[in-house]
C-alpha cells in the first residue's frame, strides 16, 4: 500500500487545485520558508480527519481555507483528498485504490467522502486504525511532534505504541462495548422498576382470579349437584305423574264440574303465566345486557391499554426534548458568558479611548500653554528688538552728543594748556630747587649719620648739633609746599572743572550700558528664539503624540465595534437559541398536554370500567331480584294449582277417586311443569336434556343434598367477587411474563459483553506487551547505532496495568548522564525521536511517513546517519521529507519544489537532483 497522489485546492497556500503525483520510495520536498511545504502535511492531517485547529497551527478551523493575497480573492471552500493504493487490503475495504476527500465551506459545512461517498468523520477514521496512517499516529512527523513524544505525558505517548500493536480498534470497540455495557444496565434496571410495580398489581389481582376461579368452581359444581338433584326429583315425578294420569283417564268424566272451577283458576294462572313471561324476557333483556356490559368494559380495556403505550411514547418524546432543551440551554449560557465578555472588552475599549481622549485633552491644553509661551516670547522679542531700536537711536544721539563734548573738551583743554604753562615753568624751576635742597639734606644726613655712628663724646656732639642745625628742612618743607601748591594748581587747570570729561565719560557709560543692554536683548532674543524653537518642538511632539492617540482613539473604537457587533451576532445566536428553547418548552408543554389528555382519558376509562363493573354487579343483583319475582309467581301459580288440587279435592268428596287421580296427576303435572320452568330458567336446559346428561348415572339423593348444602355455605364464605379478574391477571401475568423474558435477554447479553469486554482487554494486553518489548528492544539498537554508543530505555509507567500504563523514554547519548530528556540538545532530541520512529517501523512499518523538516537540528555527521536508516526502510515505506539538507536531497528518488512564483500562492514542480540542488542552494541563501 502507497500514497499515489495528493489533491489540494483552496487548502492554504494552495489557492489553485494542485496534484501531487507520488511514487514508493523516498521523495524530497524542497523550496524556501514560508513556500508552503508543510501545509502539504498540514493537508495530509486534514484528509485524516484532523478536529483541532491548534494542530493545523492555527486559531479556528476556517484558518485553513486560503484567505486571499494582494492579487487573489479568499476561497470559498478548502478541499483535499488522498488516493491510496490499497491492492495489499490493509485498509480493509473491497477497493483496489481508495480515495479520502475533506471539504470545508466558509459556513463551517464540513464535508468527509471515501471514494466519492458521503460519509462521517468517524467512518474515515475508523478505516484508518491500526493502518499506522492517521492524524496522529507516526505515519506523519513534525518537528513539533518530535518534542511532543519526548515531553508528553506517558499516557499521551502510548497512543503511537496503540497504533502499532493494532489495539486502537480494540480499543474503539472496548469503549463501544463499555457503552452498550452502561446502556444494558441501565435497561435492566428500568425493566426491574416495572417488574417491581407490575408484581405488586399481579399479587392483588391474583387473590381477586384466584377467589374468583373458586367462586366459579364450586358455583360449577353447585349446578352440577343441583342438577343431580333435580334430575333424582324428575325421574321421581316423571314416574308418578305416568302412573297417575294412567289412572284419570279412567275417571276424567267424572270431574266436569270441579272443572268449571278449575278453569277459572287456571285462567288466573293464565295471567301468572303473562306476567312469568314479561319477568322471563326482563331477564332475558338483562342477561343480554350484562353480555353488552362484559363486551363494553372489554373495549375500554383495550382503549386503556393503548392509550398507555401513547402515554409512554410521549413521555420518550418528551425526555428527548428535555435532553436537546438541556444541551441547547448550555450553549445559551456559553454564548452568553461569550457575549458578556465581548460586552466588557468593548467598555473597557471604550474606557481606554476615554482615558485617552482626556489625555488629549491635557496635551491640548500643554500645547495652548506652549502656543501661550511661544507668544509671550515673540512678544518679548519684538519688545526687546523696539527696545534695541530705540536703543540704537539713542546710542546715534548719544554718539552726536559725545563727539560734541569730546570737541568742547579738546577745546577747553587746549586754552588750559596754555594757562597751564607759566604754571609749570615755575614748577620745574621750584621743582630743580627741591631737588637741589634734597641732595644737599642728603649729604648732611650722611655725615650726620656718619657722626651718629663714630660717637666719641663731646666733641662729636657738637658736630651732630652742628649739622643738625644745618639741616634746614623748615625751608626744604615750605618749598615742597609750594611745589605741591603749584603741583595742584596744574591739576586744577587740568581738572575737567565743566564736567566735560564727567560728561564724556557719563556719556561712554552710557552708551557702553546701551550696548551692554542690546548684547544681553540680543542674546535675550536668541534665547527666546531657542526657547521658541524648544517650544516649538515641543508643541509638534504633543501633536504627534495627539495624532497618534487620536489614530489610537479610531483603532479603539473600530475593535470596540468590531466586539459590540460580535456581542450582537452573538444575541441574534443567544436569541436563536432562545427561540429553539421556547419551541423545545412549547413542544413539551403541548406533548404534555396531550399526554395529560391521555392520562386523563384512561383515568376517566378506569372509572368508567369500575362504575360499569358497580352497574354490572347491581344488574345482576337486579336479575336475581327478578329471579326471586319470577320464583314468587311460580309459586303463586303452584298455590292455584295446590287451590285446584283442594278443588279436585272436594271434586273428590264426589268422585274420590277421579279426584285422587285427577289430583294426583295433576301435581305431578303441575310439579313437572314447575320443575321444567324452574329448571330452564335456572340452566337454560330442558328436562329431556336433563335426563339425557344423567341417565347413565346412578346418582345418590341424600349425599347430593348433603353436597349442595355444604357448597353453598362455601360460597358464601366467599363473600362478594370481582368475576373480571380472572381475565385482568391472565393480561397482568402475560405482561409480566414478557418483560421477564426480556430482563432474561438483556442480562443475557450483559454477561455477552463482559465476555467481549474481557477478551478484548486480554487480546489488546497482550498484543500490547508483544510490540512494547519489541519496540523497546529495537529502541535499545537504533539508539545507539544513531548515537554511536549510548544508552536509551523504554519503560511501562504503573507496569500493573498495562491497558493504562503510560510510557517513559530514557536516553543517555554516549558519555552523558542525562536525568531530562528536556537537557538534550536540538539535534540529540530529533536523533532520538528518529531512533524510536524507526524503532517502531521495525515493529511495523506504517505504509508511508511524511517527515517534515526532522532532520534540520542534525549536524552533517547525523544527517548521513539519518539518511542511512531512511535507505534502509524505504523499500518497506514510501517517505516523503520536507527537508533543506543537501545530504538528504542527494538520496530521494524524486523530488518536488514548492514555489511562490505569485507571492502567497503555493505551486508544485518536479525537479531533476542538479535543479533539486540549485533550487534548495537559493532557498538556503534567501534564507
Ligand atoms: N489560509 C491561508 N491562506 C493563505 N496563506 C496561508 C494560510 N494559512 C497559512 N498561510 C501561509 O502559509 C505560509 C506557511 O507555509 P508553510 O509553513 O507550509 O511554509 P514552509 O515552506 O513549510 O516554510 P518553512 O521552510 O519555513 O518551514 C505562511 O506564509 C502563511 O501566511
Redesign the pocket.
Known amino acids: 500500500m502507497y500514497l499515489k497522489s495528493l489533491n489540494i485546492v483552496g ?3 494552495f ?1 489553485d487545485e494542485t496534484e501531487v503525483l507520488l511514487d514508493p520510495g523516498f521523495t524530497a520536498v524542497v ?12 493537508a495530509l492531517k486534514w484528509v485524516f480527519g484532523e478536529k483541532s485547529a491548534k494542530g493545523l ?2 486559531d479556528k478551523m476556517d ?7 494582494e492579487a487573489r480573492k ?1 476561497a470559498g471552500f478548502a478541499e483535499v483528498s488522498v488516493v491510496f493504493d490499497n491492492s495489499s487490503k490493509l485498509i480493509k475495504m473491497d477497493y483496489p485504490t481508495i480515495k479520502l476527500t475533506r471539504r470545508l465551506y466558509a459556513d463551517g459545512n464540513n464535508e468527509y467522502l471515501i471514494n466519492d461517498s458521503r460519509v462521517q468523520r468517524k467512518e474515515i477514521e475508523k478505516i484508518l486504525l491500526d493502518t499506522g496512517i492517521g492524524k496522529s499516529s507516526y505515519s506523519i512527523m513534525e518537528q513539533g511532534k518530535v518534542d511532543r513524544i519526548l515531553h508528553s505525558k506517558p499516557e499521551e505517548r502510548r497512543l503511537i505504541f496503540e497504533e502499532a500493536a493494532g489495539i486502537s480498534r480494540f480499543k474503539m470497540e472496548r469503549q463501544e462495548a463499555l457503552k452498550k455495557l452502561s446502556d444494558t444496565n441501565q435497561n435492566l434496571l428500568r425493566i426491574q422498576d416495572i417488574m417491581n410495580t407490575m408484581k405488586k398489581e399481579m399479587e392483588v389481582k391474583e387473590k381477586q382470579a384466584e377467589k374468583a376461579e373458586e367462586y366459579f368452581r364450586l358455583k360449577q359444581e353447585l349446578d352440577e349437584t343441583d342438577k343431580i338433584i333435580r334430575y333424582i326429583k324428575f325421574s321421581t315425578l316423571t314416574k308418578k305423574h305416568e302412573t297417575s294420569e294412567n289412572e284419570l283417564k279412567e275417571i276424567k268424566e267424572k270431574n266436569r264440574v270441579l272443572l268449571e272451577r278449575i278453569s277459572v283458576e287456571t285462567g288466573r294462572i293464565e295471567e301468572l303465566d303473562h306476567l312469568k313471561s314479561d319477568l322471563e324476557k326482563k331477564v332475558a333483556e338483562i342477561d343480554k345486557k350484562l353480555l353488552d356490559h362484559l363486551t363494553q368494559t372489554q373495549i375500554q380495556k383495550d382503549k386503556v391499554e393503548s392509550n398507555k403505550g401513547i402515554i409512554l411514547d410521549y413521555s420518550d418524546r418528551i425526555s428527548d426534548i428535555r435532553e436537546s432543551l438541556t444541551k441547547e440551554e448550555s450553549a445559551q449560557s456559553l454564548l452568553q458568558i461569550d457575549k458578556e465578555k465581548l460586552e466588557k472588552e468593548a467598555i473597557d475599549l471604550e474606557g481606554e479611548s476615554k482615558s485617552l481622549e482626556l489625555g488629549i485633552e491635557e496635551l491640548r491644553k500643554n500645547k495652548t500653554d506652549i502656543e501661550a509661551k511661544i507668544e509671550a516670547e515673540n512678544t518679548s522679542i519684538q519688545e526687546k528688538e523696539a527696545r534695541i531700536q530705540s536703543n540704537d537711536k539713542r546710542h546715534v544721539e548719544l554718539r552726536e552728543r559725545l563727539k560734541e563734548v569730546i570737541f568742547d573738551l579738546i577745546s577747553q583743554l587746549e586754552s588750559r594748556k596754555k594757562e597751564a604753562q607759566s604754571t609749570e615753568q615755575e614748577r620745574n624751576r621750584l621743582k630743580e630747587l627741591l631737588l637741589g635742597e634734597a641732595d644737599r639734606i642728603h649729604s648732611v644726613e650722611t655725615e650726620l649719620k656718619t657722626a651718629l655712628d663714630s660717637y666719641t663724646g663731646e666733641e662729636t656732639k657738637n658736630k651732630i648739633s652742628y649739622l643738625a642745625g644745618k639741616l634746614e628742612t623748615e625751608k626744604f618743607r615750605s618749598q615742597l609746599g609750594e611745589y605741591f601748591s603749584l603741583e595742584d594748581s596744574i591739576r586744577s587747570l587740568l581738572f575737567d572743572r565743566d564736567g566735560f570729561l564727567s560728561q564724556k565719560e557719563g556719556l561712554d557709560q552710557e552708551i557702553e550700558d546701551l550696548i551692554l543692554e542690546n548684547e544681553n536683548l540680543t542674546r535675550s532674543i536668541k534665547e527666546s528664539g531657542l526657547a521658541i524653537e524648544a517650544l516649538r518642538e515641543e508643541a509638534e511632539n504633543i501633536r504627534e503624540k495627539i495624532v497618534y492617540l487620536e489614530k489610537r482613539i479610531l483603532e479603539l473604537n473600530s475593535e470596540k465595534n468590531a466586539k459590540l457587533e460580535s456581542a450582537k451576532s452573538l444575541s441574534v445566536r443567544i436569541e436563536e437559541t432562545e427561540k429553539r428553547i421556547l419551541a423545545a418548552q412549547e413542544s413539551i408543554k403541548t406533548l404534555g398536554v396531550k399526554k395529560t389528555e391521555f392520562e386523563k382519558e384512561v383515568i376517566e376509562l378506569e372509572q368508567q370500567i369500575e362504575n360499569r363493573y358497580n352497574e354490572f354487579l347491581e344488574m345482576s343483583r337486579a336479575l336475581d331480584s327478578e329471579k326471586e319475582a319470577l320464583r314468587n309467581i311460580v309459586k303463586e301459580i303452584q298455590g292455584l294449582k295446590n287451590e285446584i288440587q283442594k278443588n279436585q279435592e272436594d271434586y273428590k268428596n264426589l268422585f274420590p277417586i277421579l279426584t285422587e287421580k285427577e289430583k294426583a296427576v295433576s301435581v305431578y303435572k303441575v310439579q313437572l311443569e314447575s320443575f321444567s320452568e324452574e329448571l330452564y330458567n335456572d340452566y337454560s336446559i330442558s328436562e329431556q336434556e336433563l335426563a339425557d346428561e344423567f341417565k347413565d348415572k346412578k346418582p345418590e339423593k341424600g349425599e347430593s343434598e348433603t353436597k349442595l348444602k355444604r357448597l353453598k355455605s362455601d360460597i358464601q364464605m366467599l363473600g362478594s367477587i370481582n368475576p373480571l379478574s380472572i381475565e385482568e391477571y391472565r393480561n397482568v401475568k402475560e405482561i409480566y411474563e414478557h418483560h421477564r423474558t426480556q430482563k432474561e435477554d438483556i442480562e443475557r447479553s450483559k454477561n455477552d459483553i463482559t465476555e467481549i469486554l474481557k477478551n478484548i482487554n486480554e487480546e489488546s494486553e497482550k498484543l500490547f506487551r508483544e510490540t512494547f518489548e519489541r519496540i523497546r528492544t529495537n529502541f535499545q539498537e537504533t539508539f545507539s547505532t544513531l548515537f554511536n554508543g549510548g544508552r536509551a530505555m523504554l519503560e511501562l509507567v504503573d507496569g500493573e496495568d498495562s491497558l493504562n500504563a503510560g510510557i517513559e523514554i530514557m536516553a543517555e547519548p554516549p558519555g552523558k548522564h542525562v536525568q531530562n530528556l528536556r537537557l538534550l540538545s536540538g539535534g540529540e532530541k530529533s536523533l532520538t525521536a528518529i531512533a524510536l520512529l524507526f524503532a517502531i517501523y521495525m515493529v511495523k512499518p506504517s505504509p508511508f511517513c511524511f517527515l ?2 526532522i532532520d534540520a537540528a542534525l549536524d552533517e555527521a547525523n544527517k548521513l546517519r539519518f539518511c542511512q536508516i531512511l535507505d534502509k526502510f524505504k523499500d518497506k515505506s514510501q517517505f516523503v521529507v ?1 527537508t ?1 539538507a543537501q545530504s538528504t536531497i542527494h538520496r530521494a528518488n524524486s523530488i518536488f519544489g ?1 514555489t511562490n512564483e505569485e507571492p ?1 500562492i ?1 505551486k508544485i514542480i518536479s525537479l531533476r537532483l542538479d535543479e533539486a540542488r540549485d533550487f534548495a542552494g537559493r ?1 538556503t541563501e534567501a534564507v
Open positions: 487548502f492554504k497556500t489557492a523550496g524556501p520558508n514560508g513556500s508552503g511545504k508543510s501545509n502539504i502535511v498540514d497551527r492555527g484558518d485553513v481555507i486560503f484567505h486571499g493575497s479568499p517534515d523538516e520536507i533543506h514548492v502567497g503555493s532557498a
